[in-house]
């Protein structure tokens, strides 16, 4: 995994709401993305390797074709592009389950977010941080050089899980083939409450295997309507409360 150096501008403005507006659902959450800037990772990362299914880890990898673009480079205004910028936004998971919280103003490779989680009647408050993004111009692969682009989170103190997922677009130089991919590396997290402890262990499975499935249709879906509309920015997200 590669860094950029070069950090990404903000997509929206970090602006205050304006009085009698609804603020947006970052600044509602101000003090929470906050309390976790010093936050540390709850795993220890620096062993990633070691971790397989054999050790205990959960191992995913999941992938879904996007529309295809002519051989080359990707396109200004095509389907990586489009993907870039559905995944930059992290506006792809399914909001019913999980929504992504985080400033705008500040730079992907060092984001913070929250990830506000739904299950069944509850919500849950976890704090991620990127660790590093993916940017290569041709990565070599057995099907040929791949452009490739993307980041990963780990899991920080109080996650209900831990580990790393990461995310990324690629495209096939010769072919032109796009495809978007997840890879995650997960365990279940300490759960001091037990009636939380039985519901992840029973659940916790399906909700994982339910955000990559549901994340990849958004991803297609997003990707198809920025095309259509013939701009990689898909329509403008509404704004959500708390």
């Given amino acids: 995994m590669t860094t950029s150096a ?3 501008p903000p997509l929206t403005s970090a602006a205050p709401a304006k009085p009698g507006t609804t603020p947006p659902l970052w600044e509602q959450q101000r003090a929470r993305l906050e309390s976790y800037a010093n936050a540390e990772v ?9 971790y397989t299914s054999a050790t205990g880890w959960r191992i995913d990898d999941y992938e879904t074709a996007l529309p295809a673009e002519a051989p080359g480079p990707p396109a200004a205004a095509g389907s990586f592009a489009a993907a870039q910028d559905v995944l930059r936004r992290y506006a792809f998971p399914p909001p019913d389950l999980i929504t992504g919280i985080f400033s705008p103003d500040g730079p992907l490779e060092k984001r913070i977010m929250v ?4 299950f069944l009647f509850f919500k849950f408050y976890f704090g991620v941080r990127v660790s590093g993004v993916t940017d290569e111009a041709a990565r070599a692969t057995p099907d040929g050089p791949e452009r490739v682009w993307g980041y990963g989170y780990r899991t920080l103190e109080g996650h209900f899980e831990r580990g790393q997922i990461d995310f990324t677009i690629h495209k096939n130089l010769g072919t032109g083939a796009v495809q978007f991919r997840i890879h995650a590396v997960s365990q279940l997290g300490q759960i001091r409450n037990p009636f939380y402890w039985v519901g992840f262990k029973l659940f916790g499975r399906s909700l994982q295997r339910k955000f990559a499935r549901e994340s ?20 403008p997200v509404p704004v959500v409360t708390a």
Avoid: K
């Fill in 115 to 118: 990830l506000r989680a739904q």
């Fill in 216 to 235: 990849l249709r958004r991803m297609q879906e997003m990707v198809a309507t920025a095309l259509a509309q013939g701009t990689p920015a898909p329509p």
């Fill in 6 to 8: 070069t950090p990404n």
């Fill in 42 to 50: 709850n795993y220890d990362f620096s062993r990633q390797n070691e």
